[in-house]
Protein backbone atom coordinates (compact mmCIF):
# COMPACT_ATOMS: atom_id res chain seq x y z
CA UNK A 1 0.00 0.00 0.00
CA UNK A 2 2.89 2.21 0.70
CA UNK A 3 4.81 1.44 -2.08
CA UNK A 4 1.76 2.13 -4.35
CA UNK A 5 1.17 5.35 -2.78
CA UNK A 6 4.37 6.66 -2.98
CA UNK A 7 4.68 5.78 -6.81
CA UNK A 8 1.67 7.95 -7.15
CA UNK A 9 2.63 10.92 -5.65
CA UNK A 10 6.05 10.70 -7.91
CA UNK A 11 3.87 10.53 -11.07
CA UNK A 12 2.06 13.54 -9.63
CA UNK A 13 5.12 15.48 -8.94
CA UNK A 14 7.00 14.16 -12.26
CA UNK A 15 3.48 15.57 -14.39
CA UNK A 16 3.69 19.04 -12.49
CA UNK A 17 7.36 19.40 -13.79
CA UNK A 18 6.55 18.69 -17.13
CA UNK A 19 5.68 21.96 -20.14
CA UNK A 20 2.65 22.59 -19.90
CA UNK A 21 0.82 22.32 -23.42
CA UNK A 22 -2.92 23.54 -23.94
CA UNK A 23 -5.49 20.94 -24.62
CA UNK A 24 -6.05 22.04 -28.00
CA UNK A 25 -4.86 24.38 -30.33
CA UNK A 26 -5.52 28.13 -30.95
CA UNK A 27 -9.30 28.39 -32.74
CA UNK A 28 -10.64 31.85 -33.97
CA UNK A 29 -13.00 33.14 -30.50
CA UNK A 30 -15.38 35.50 -30.55
CA UNK A 31 -14.58 38.40 -28.17
CA UNK A 32 -17.32 39.47 -26.36
CA UNK A 33 -16.59 42.94 -25.36
CA UNK A 34 -14.27 45.53 -27.21
CA UNK A 35 -15.59 48.48 -26.19
CA UNK A 36 -17.74 51.27 -27.66
CA UNK A 37 -19.31 49.99 -30.55
CA UNK A 38 -21.30 52.33 -32.41
CA UNK A 39 -21.52 50.45 -35.77
CA UNK A 40 -23.01 47.15 -34.29
CA UNK A 41 -20.35 44.75 -35.04
CA UNK A 42 -18.95 41.74 -33.74
CA UNK A 43 -15.38 40.98 -33.10
CA UNK A 44 -13.32 37.51 -33.79
CA UNK A 45 -9.75 37.27 -33.03
CA UNK A 46 -7.18 34.22 -33.90
CA UNK A 47 -4.07 34.21 -31.93
CA UNK A 48 -1.72 31.65 -32.58
CA UNK A 49 -0.62 29.37 -29.29
CA UNK A 50 2.78 30.92 -27.88
CA UNK A 51 2.69 34.01 -29.42
CA UNK A 52 5.02 37.22 -27.81
CA UNK A 53 3.70 40.24 -27.13
CA UNK A 54 4.82 43.08 -29.97
CA UNK A 55 3.93 41.02 -32.83
CA UNK A 56 1.84 42.41 -35.43
CA UNK A 57 -1.76 42.63 -36.20
CA UNK A 58 -3.88 41.77 -39.73
CA UNK A 59 -7.24 42.99 -39.18
CA UNK A 60 -10.18 41.27 -41.67
CA UNK A 61 -12.94 42.24 -43.28
CA UNK A 62 -15.40 40.02 -45.37
CA UNK A 63 -17.58 40.15 -48.27
CA UNK A 64 -21.65 40.41 -48.73
CA UNK A 65 -23.06 37.41 -47.65
CA UNK A 66 -19.77 36.18 -45.84
CA UNK A 67 -19.19 35.61 -42.07
CA UNK A 68 -15.93 35.87 -40.09
CA UNK A 69 -15.97 32.44 -39.68
CA UNK A 70 -16.02 31.49 -43.57
CA UNK A 71 -13.60 34.19 -44.25
CA UNK A 72 -11.17 32.98 -41.60
CA UNK A 73 -11.69 29.55 -43.14
CA UNK A 74 -11.09 30.54 -47.11
CA UNK A 75 -8.76 33.39 -47.51
CA UNK A 76 -5.43 31.33 -46.42
CA UNK A 77 -4.84 33.98 -43.57
CA UNK A 78 -4.36 31.26 -41.25
CA UNK A 79 -1.61 30.06 -42.55
CA UNK A 80 0.65 32.13 -42.70
CA UNK A 81 -0.53 33.58 -39.05
CA UNK A 82 0.89 30.04 -37.65
CA UNK A 83 3.92 30.74 -39.69
CA UNK A 84 4.96 34.21 -39.21
CA UNK A 85 3.13 34.49 -35.89
CA UNK A 86 0.83 37.37 -36.08
CA UNK A 87 -2.48 37.61 -34.33
CA UNK A 88 -6.07 38.40 -36.46
CA UNK A 89 -8.60 40.23 -36.05
CA UNK A 90 -11.88 39.57 -38.25
CA UNK A 91 -15.17 41.98 -37.78
CA UNK A 92 -18.02 40.86 -38.77
CA UNK A 93 -21.41 42.55 -39.82
CA UNK A 94 -24.99 41.41 -40.32
CA UNK A 95 -28.15 41.62 -41.93
CA UNK A 96 -29.16 44.07 -39.09
CA UNK A 97 -26.86 46.35 -40.42
CA UNK A 98 -27.38 45.80 -44.25
CA UNK A 99 -29.73 42.91 -46.10
CA UNK A 100 -26.80 41.28 -47.23
CA UNK A 101 -24.68 41.41 -44.49
CA UNK A 102 -22.33 44.31 -46.45
CA UNK A 103 -19.95 46.38 -44.91
CA UNK A 104 -21.44 49.88 -45.15
CA UNK A 105 -18.97 51.35 -46.95
CA UNK A 106 -20.96 53.74 -49.09
CA UNK A 107 -22.78 55.58 -45.54
CA UNK A 108 -21.01 58.08 -44.22
CA UNK A 109 -22.47 57.45 -40.75
CA UNK A 110 -20.10 54.46 -41.02
CA UNK A 111 -17.18 55.62 -42.92
CA UNK A 112 -16.62 59.10 -40.77
CA UNK A 113 -13.63 58.81 -38.31
CA UNK A 114 -15.01 58.44 -35.15
CA UNK A 115 -18.24 56.79 -36.27
CA UNK A 116 -20.61 54.31 -37.11
CA UNK A 117 -18.97 50.75 -38.66
CA UNK A 118 -15.37 52.39 -39.19
CA UNK A 119 -15.16 53.32 -35.53
CA UNK A 120 -16.03 49.77 -34.44
CA UNK A 121 -13.51 48.23 -35.70
CA UNK A 122 -10.83 50.73 -34.72
CA UNK A 123 -11.75 50.07 -30.91
CA UNK A 124 -11.34 46.70 -31.87
CA UNK A 125 -7.73 47.39 -33.04
CA UNK A 126 -7.19 49.12 -30.02
CA UNK A 127 -8.62 45.83 -27.99
CA UNK A 128 -6.29 43.80 -29.45
CA UNK A 129 -3.05 45.94 -28.76
CA UNK A 130 -4.30 46.07 -25.00
CA UNK A 131 -4.94 42.31 -24.76
CA UNK A 132 -2.43 40.96 -27.18
CA UNK A 133 0.03 42.90 -26.85
CA UNK A 134 0.36 43.46 -30.49
CA UNK A 135 2.63 46.13 -31.83
CA UNK A 136 0.61 49.56 -32.71
CA UNK A 137 3.12 50.63 -35.04
CA UNK A 138 2.32 47.12 -37.31
CA UNK A 139 -1.25 47.06 -37.81
CA UNK A 140 -2.71 46.32 -41.21
CA UNK A 141 -6.12 45.75 -42.77
CA UNK A 142 -7.33 43.66 -45.68
CA UNK A 143 -10.84 42.93 -47.13
CA UNK A 144 -13.03 41.43 -50.17
CA UNK A 145 -15.57 43.13 -51.73
CA UNK A 146 -17.92 45.77 -49.34
CA UNK A 147 -14.97 44.57 -47.15
CA UNK A 148 -12.44 46.02 -49.32
CA UNK A 149 -14.10 49.03 -49.55
CA UNK A 150 -14.46 48.94 -46.30
CA UNK A 151 -10.21 48.08 -45.78
CA UNK A 152 -10.09 51.65 -47.65
CA UNK A 153 -11.97 53.80 -45.11
CA UNK A 154 -10.05 52.11 -42.81
CA UNK A 155 -7.11 53.30 -44.22
CA UNK A 156 -7.98 56.75 -45.23
CA UNK A 157 -9.79 57.77 -41.90
CA UNK A 158 -6.89 56.04 -39.52
CA UNK A 159 -3.79 56.47 -41.50
CA UNK A 160 -2.11 56.83 -38.22
CA UNK A 161 -3.62 53.13 -36.95
CA UNK A 162 -2.31 51.49 -40.05
CA UNK A 163 0.62 50.70 -41.74
CA UNK A 164 -0.53 49.02 -44.91
CA UNK A 165 -3.78 47.66 -46.28
CA UNK A 166 -4.55 45.29 -48.54
CA UNK A 167 -8.30 45.60 -51.29
CA UNK A 168 -9.72 42.91 -53.04
CA UNK A 169 -12.39 43.77 -55.60
CA UNK A 170 -13.05 46.91 -53.44
CA UNK A 171 -13.80 51.16 -54.70
CA UNK A 172 -12.07 53.98 -53.87
CA UNK A 173 -12.78 55.33 -50.35
CA UNK A 174 -15.92 57.91 -51.31
CA UNK A 175 -16.50 56.88 -54.70
CA UNK A 176 -20.15 56.68 -52.90
CA UNK A 177 -22.21 58.49 -49.97
CA UNK A 178 -25.40 56.64 -50.65
CA UNK A 179 -26.72 53.42 -52.23
CA UNK A 180 -27.90 54.89 -55.72
CA UNK A 181 -24.11 56.26 -56.04
CA UNK A 182 -22.92 53.02 -54.86
CA UNK A 183 -24.40 50.81 -57.62
CA UNK A 184 -22.68 53.71 -60.05
CA UNK A 185 -19.58 53.35 -58.64
CA UNK A 186 -19.69 49.43 -58.86
CA UNK A 187 -20.42 49.13 -62.46
CA UNK A 188 -18.89 51.94 -63.98
CA UNK A 189 -15.88 54.53 -63.52
CA UNK A 190 -16.36 57.30 -61.82
CA UNK A 191 -14.98 60.95 -63.36
CA UNK A 192 -11.93 62.09 -61.49
CA UNK A 193 -8.49 63.02 -61.13
CA UNK A 194 -6.13 61.29 -58.90
CA UNK A 195 -5.81 65.26 -57.26
CA UNK A 196 -9.79 64.74 -56.83
CA UNK A 197 -9.02 60.78 -55.36
CA UNK A 198 -6.70 61.92 -52.81
CA UNK A 199 -8.42 64.94 -52.09
CA UNK A 200 -10.97 62.90 -50.31
CA UNK A 201 -8.62 60.38 -48.13
CA UNK A 202 -7.00 63.78 -47.35
CA UNK A 203 -10.14 65.08 -45.54
CA UNK A 204 -10.75 62.26 -43.89
CA UNK A 205 -8.68 63.27 -41.26
CA UNK A 206 -7.47 66.53 -42.07
CA UNK A 207 -4.81 66.53 -38.82
CA UNK A 208 -3.40 64.12 -39.81
CA UNK A 209 0.31 64.79 -40.50
CA UNK A 210 1.91 61.63 -41.35
CA UNK A 211 2.81 59.38 -43.68
CA UNK A 212 -0.38 57.90 -45.03
CA UNK A 213 -0.53 53.28 -45.40
CA UNK A 214 0.98 51.55 -48.40
CA UNK A 215 -1.48 50.07 -50.39
CA UNK A 216 -2.02 46.12 -52.11
CA UNK A 217 -4.94 46.83 -54.85
CA UNK A 218 -6.03 43.40 -56.12
CA UNK A 219 -9.08 43.21 -58.63
CA UNK A 220 -10.18 40.64 -61.08
CA UNK A 221 -10.47 41.95 -64.78
CA UNK A 222 -13.63 39.83 -65.52
CA UNK A 223 -15.08 41.45 -62.41
CA UNK A 224 -18.43 42.09 -63.24
CA UNK A 225 -19.90 42.77 -59.89
CA UNK A 226 -17.02 45.74 -59.34
CA UNK A 227 -15.71 46.14 -62.38
CA UNK A 228 -11.74 47.02 -62.99
CA UNK A 229 -12.17 50.46 -63.40
CA UNK A 230 -12.34 50.85 -59.67
CA UNK A 231 -8.68 48.65 -59.03
CA UNK A 232 -7.64 52.08 -61.82
CA UNK A 233 -9.84 54.71 -59.25
CA UNK A 234 -7.89 53.10 -56.47
CA UNK A 235 -4.70 53.22 -57.99
CA UNK A 236 -5.06 56.95 -59.30
CA UNK A 237 -6.03 57.77 -55.12
CA UNK A 238 -3.78 56.05 -53.20
CA UNK A 239 -0.33 56.69 -55.78
CA UNK A 240 -2.15 60.67 -55.00
CA UNK A 241 -2.12 60.49 -51.75
CA UNK A 242 1.20 58.92 -51.31
CA UNK A 243 2.49 61.56 -53.38
CA UNK A 244 3.93 59.09 -56.61
CA UNK A 245 3.33 59.38 -59.69
CA UNK A 246 0.75 57.09 -61.75
CA UNK A 247 3.71 56.12 -64.32
CA UNK A 248 4.63 52.49 -63.04
CA UNK A 249 8.36 52.20 -61.41
CA UNK A 250 8.14 48.03 -62.46
CA UNK A 251 5.87 45.30 -64.07
CA UNK A 252 5.85 41.56 -63.58
CA UNK A 253 4.00 38.59 -64.66
CA UNK A 254 3.13 36.07 -61.59
CA UNK A 255 1.01 32.58 -61.24
CA UNK A 256 -2.70 32.78 -62.27
CA UNK A 257 -2.39 35.11 -65.23
CA UNK A 258 -1.45 37.94 -62.16
CA UNK A 259 -0.15 40.88 -63.55
CA UNK A 260 1.60 43.22 -60.46
CA UNK A 261 2.59 46.62 -61.51
CA UNK A 262 4.26 48.75 -58.67
CA UNK A 263 3.99 52.54 -58.31
CA UNK A 264 6.74 54.42 -56.25
CA UNK A 265 9.26 52.62 -53.88
CA UNK A 266 6.26 49.83 -54.10
CA UNK A 267 3.76 52.57 -52.23
CA UNK A 268 1.17 50.94 -54.53
CA UNK A 269 0.59 47.61 -56.08
CA UNK A 270 -1.54 47.11 -58.07
CA UNK A 271 -3.17 42.95 -59.12
CA UNK A 272 -4.78 42.37 -62.36
CA UNK A 273 -6.29 38.83 -63.15
CA UNK A 274 -7.33 38.24 -66.25
CA UNK A 275 -9.93 35.98 -66.48
CA UNK A 276 -10.80 36.11 -62.31
CA UNK A 277 -14.56 37.08 -62.07
CA UNK A 278 -15.63 38.55 -58.18
CA UNK A 279 -13.60 37.48 -55.23
CA UNK A 280 -10.49 36.87 -53.45
CA UNK A 281 -7.33 35.34 -55.05
CA UNK A 282 -6.46 31.94 -53.39
CA UNK A 283 -4.34 29.24 -54.29
CA UNK A 284 -5.49 25.91 -52.40
CA UNK A 285 -1.71 24.07 -52.13
CA UNK A 286 0.91 22.94 -49.82
CA UNK A 287 3.65 25.29 -51.32
CA UNK A 288 4.67 28.16 -49.52
CA UNK A 289 3.05 30.60 -51.94
CA UNK A 290 0.25 28.19 -51.98
CA UNK A 291 -2.83 29.34 -49.34
CA UNK A 292 -6.68 29.45 -48.51
CA UNK A 293 -9.47 27.28 -49.71
CA UNK A 294 -12.15 27.93 -52.97
CA UNK A 295 -15.53 28.45 -51.79
CA UNK A 296 -17.99 31.06 -53.14
CA UNK A 297 -16.16 34.08 -53.84
CA UNK A 298 -13.04 32.78 -53.04
CA UNK A 299 -11.34 32.27 -56.63
CA UNK A 300 -8.25 29.46 -57.37
CA UNK A 301 -5.70 32.20 -59.11
CA UNK A 302 -2.63 33.25 -56.48
CA UNK A 303 -2.68 33.54 -53.12
CA UNK A 304 -3.32 36.83 -52.37
CA UNK A 305 -2.68 36.27 -48.37
CA UNK A 306 1.02 35.24 -49.12
CA UNK A 307 1.87 38.20 -51.35
CA UNK A 308 0.13 40.66 -48.88
CA UNK A 309 1.46 39.09 -45.57
CA UNK A 310 5.11 39.68 -47.79
CA UNK A 311 4.32 43.41 -48.57
CA UNK A 312 3.31 44.27 -45.18
CA UNK A 313 6.77 42.99 -43.85
CA UNK A 314 5.21 39.89 -41.31
CA UNK A 315 7.61 37.17 -43.02
CA UNK A 316 10.36 38.97 -40.80
CA UNK A 317 11.59 41.28 -44.49
CA UNK A 318 11.71 44.77 -43.60
CA UNK A 319 8.78 46.81 -45.56
CA UNK A 320 10.40 50.51 -47.25
CA UNK A 321 10.47 53.15 -44.77
CA UNK A 322 7.44 55.16 -45.17
CA UNK A 323 8.80 58.31 -46.55
CA UNK A 324 7.28 62.10 -45.61
CA UNK A 325 3.43 62.40 -47.45
CA UNK A 326 3.84 65.59 -49.33
CA UNK A 327 1.47 68.33 -48.40
CA UNK A 328 -1.36 68.69 -50.71
CA UNK A 329 -4.08 71.38 -50.35
CA UNK A 330 -7.55 69.83 -50.96
CA UNK A 331 -9.55 71.03 -54.15
CA UNK A 332 -13.04 71.27 -53.98
CA UNK A 333 -14.42 67.58 -55.07
CA UNK A 334 -17.84 67.62 -57.53
CA UNK A 335 -20.65 65.64 -56.16
CA UNK A 336 -20.87 62.22 -57.51
CA UNK A 337 -23.76 62.28 -59.84
CA UNK A 338 -26.90 59.58 -59.13
CA UNK A 339 -27.49 56.92 -61.70
CA UNK A 340 -29.75 59.08 -64.11
CA UNK A 341 -32.21 57.60 -66.35
CA UNK A 342 -30.40 55.78 -69.88
CA UNK A 343 -27.98 54.14 -67.52
CA UNK A 344 -27.47 50.51 -68.11
CA UNK A 345 -26.00 47.86 -65.82
CA UNK A 346 -25.11 43.96 -65.92
CA UNK A 347 -25.31 42.19 -63.08
CA UNK A 348 -26.36 39.02 -61.27
CA UNK A 349 -30.34 38.97 -60.14
CA UNK A 350 -29.08 38.95 -56.56
CA UNK A 351 -27.03 42.45 -57.76
CA UNK A 352 -29.35 43.72 -59.23
CA UNK A 353 -32.00 43.54 -55.80
CA UNK A 354 -29.42 44.32 -53.32
CA UNK A 355 -28.66 47.87 -55.71
CA UNK A 356 -32.27 48.49 -55.90
CA UNK A 357 -32.58 47.65 -59.62
CA UNK A 358 -35.01 44.96 -59.13
CA UNK A 359 -36.80 43.02 -55.70
CA UNK A 360 -37.70 39.52 -55.55
CA UNK A 361 -40.48 37.71 -54.47
CA UNK A 362 -40.92 33.84 -53.77
CA UNK A 363 -37.46 32.91 -55.08
CA UNK A 364 -37.95 34.80 -58.33
CA UNK A 365 -36.32 38.36 -59.58
CA UNK A 366 -38.88 41.34 -61.31
CA UNK A 367 -37.16 44.72 -62.42
CA UNK A 368 -38.00 47.34 -60.45
CA UNK A 369 -40.92 49.81 -61.91
CA UNK A 370 -41.47 47.85 -65.12
CA UNK A 371 -41.77 44.48 -63.19
CA UNK A 372 -40.13 42.37 -66.14
CA UNK A 373 -39.40 39.28 -65.20
CA UNK A 374 -35.93 38.35 -64.40
CA UNK A 375 -35.69 34.12 -63.35
CA UNK A 376 -34.40 32.78 -60.18
CA UNK A 377 -33.41 35.40 -57.45
CA UNK A 378 -29.29 34.40 -57.16
CA UNK A 379 -25.62 35.01 -57.98
CA UNK A 380 -25.54 32.74 -61.14
CA UNK A 381 -28.48 34.26 -63.03
CA UNK A 382 -27.25 37.76 -64.78
CA UNK A 383 -29.39 40.64 -67.18
CA UNK A 384 -28.99 44.13 -68.46
CA UNK A 385 -31.03 46.70 -66.80
CA UNK A 386 -31.85 50.02 -68.48
CA UNK A 387 -32.90 52.99 -66.07
CA UNK A 388 -36.28 54.50 -68.04
CA UNK A 389 -36.91 56.89 -64.81
CA UNK A 390 -37.12 57.09 -61.53
CA UNK A 391 -36.57 53.69 -59.71
CA UNK A 392 -37.81 52.22 -63.43
CA UNK A 393 -35.66 49.69 -64.68
CA UNK A 394 -36.17 47.56 -67.92
CA UNK A 395 -34.57 44.49 -69.08
CA UNK A 396 -32.29 45.40 -71.62
CA UNK A 397 -30.00 42.14 -72.23
CA UNK A 398 -29.14 43.40 -75.78
CA UNK A 399 -27.60 46.72 -74.55
CA UNK A 400 -25.62 46.13 -71.63
Not at 19 to 37: C, H, I, K, M, Y
Not at 311 to 322: E, S
Amino acid sequence: MATTLLSRTLAILLLALLPWTPARAASLSQVPSFGANPGNLTMYAYRPDGLASGRPLVVLLHGCTQNAAGYFASSGWRKYADQWGFALVLAQTGSANNSASCFNWFQTGDTTRGQGEAASIRNMVAHAVAAFGSDPARVHVSGLSAGGAMAAVMLATYPDVFAAGSIGAGLAYRCATSLTQASSCQYGPTSRTPRQWGDLVRGAHPGHAGPYPRVAIWQGQSDYTVVPANGDQLRDQWTDVRGVSQTPTATRSLTGGTTLTVYGDDDVRLYEIAGMGHGLPVDPGSAADQCGATAAYFLDTICSAYHDARFFGLDGGAPPTPTPTPTVTPTVTPTVTPTVPGTCVRASNYAHTTAGRAHQSNGYTYANGSNDPMGLWNTFITHGLRQTGPDHWVLADGEC
